[in-house]
């Protein structure tokens, strides 16, 4: 865990988080929201996947297996983090522009409570998973 690289981490963690807040404020749009919507309910576990690969990308040299797995587990766990707060604000949002504002602010605090704790989980050990697959796809694309 000595060469593990912060600065790849939050650039691989902001990049995943990134991509789900364009497809969530996309999902938000009336004509294509549903589209979007069901897209990323679909395919957005492969966000945090991807962010773990990409830490293995942004970091400097070949990446042993643990480390990659501890960095990819990092930079999924803020993307599902990320996520998770941008979810809670657009249902607070969302909710009290359509039910009033005590309604609201309890659905956007429930939904940021557990939206955090099963993107946060989900985002750890999806990013970890991620930066496991690394190591091999490094060697096949013959070293950084």
Do not use: H, R
């Amino acid at each position: 865990m000595n060469n593990l690289d912060m600065q790849s981490v939050l650039k691989a963690g902001g990049i995943g988080a990134g991509v789900a807040i364009v497809l969530g404020l996309l999902s938000l749009i009336p004509v294509i929201g549903p589209i979007i919507g069901f897209v990323f309910l679909c395919g957005g576990f492969l966000i945090p996947i991807a962010a773990g690969m990409l830490y293995g990308y942004f970091a400097p040299g070949l990446e042993d297996t643990a480390t990659a797995a501890i960095g990819g587990a990092l930079a999924g766990g803020a993307s599902g983090i990320l996520l998770a707060v941008f979810n809670a604000i657009s249902a607070t949002v969302v909710g009290t522009a359509s039910e009033g504002i005590g309604t609201g602010l309890a659905g956007g605090a429930l939904s940021g409570i557990f939206g955090a704790l099963c993107f946060g989980i989900m985002g750890f050990v999806l990013g970890a998973v991620g930066g496991l697959v690394w190591p091999f796809v490094q060697k096949q694309m013959g070293g950084n």
